[in-house]
Every structure is written in structure tokens, then in C-alpha cells.
């Protein structure tokens, strides 16, 4: 199957990646927020179980799920930092074009 030509990109503005930033933001703020709901949660609810096995399946299940929303907040929360130092960088390149 031949490869077909890229199709044209519009080249990144600072405008699209300022927006793409404060989305990015947004949904790590509100990731954080959740991590920390069920963190707080796990923590107020101690576990009960005497079988260790149980408790240690528990506690394995406990750690995945903070772990899981904490990972996307940290993905998220660094997605928003590069596309607003992108941002900065067009914005910068843009004015020293049209200085030239």
C-alpha cells in the first residue's frame, strides 16, 4: 500500500496552545481533586479483614487506584506546562520574525 502524502498541519499558534494548555490544566486540577478524595477516603475507612491475604490484595487494589489517578494527574499536569512553554516559544519565535 503506498504511503500517501501528510496532510497540511496548521502550525501551532500561541492562542491554540494556551487554550490547549488551561484544558490540560483544568482536567489535571480535577484529577487532583479526585486523587485526593479517594486517598482521604481510603484513609478514613481502615480495612477489617483478618485474613492476610485479603488485606494484602486490598491494600494492592487500594495503592493501584491512588497510583492510577495520580499518574493522570502527573500526565495531564505536565502536558499543560509543555504546551504553555510551547506557547511561549512560537510566541517568541513569531516576534523575531516579524522584527527581521
Known amino acids: ?36 478524595a479517594i486517598a482521604l477516603a481510603f484513609a478514613n475507612q481502615p480495612l477489617q479483614y483478618h485474613n492476610v491475604t485479603t488485606a494484602n490484595i486490598a491494600v494492592a487494589v487500594r495503592t493501584l487506584v491512588v497510583g492510577m ?9 505536565l502536558a499543560a506546562i509543555g504546551l504553555f512553554g510551547l506557547g511561549i516559544q512560537v510566541s517568541l519565535a513569531h516576534f523575531k520574525n516579524s522584527a527581521d
Open 1 to 36: 500500500m503506498p504511503d500517501s502524502p501528510p496532510e497540511s498541519v496548521a502550525p501551532p499558534s500561541p492562542l491554540r496552545c494556551l487554550a490547549g494548555s488551561i484544558v490540560a490544566g483544568s482536567i489535571s486540577l480535577v484529577l487532583y481533586n479526585m486523587t485526593r
Open 69 to 77: 489517578s495520580a499518574l493522570g494527574t502527573g500526565v495531564f499536569g
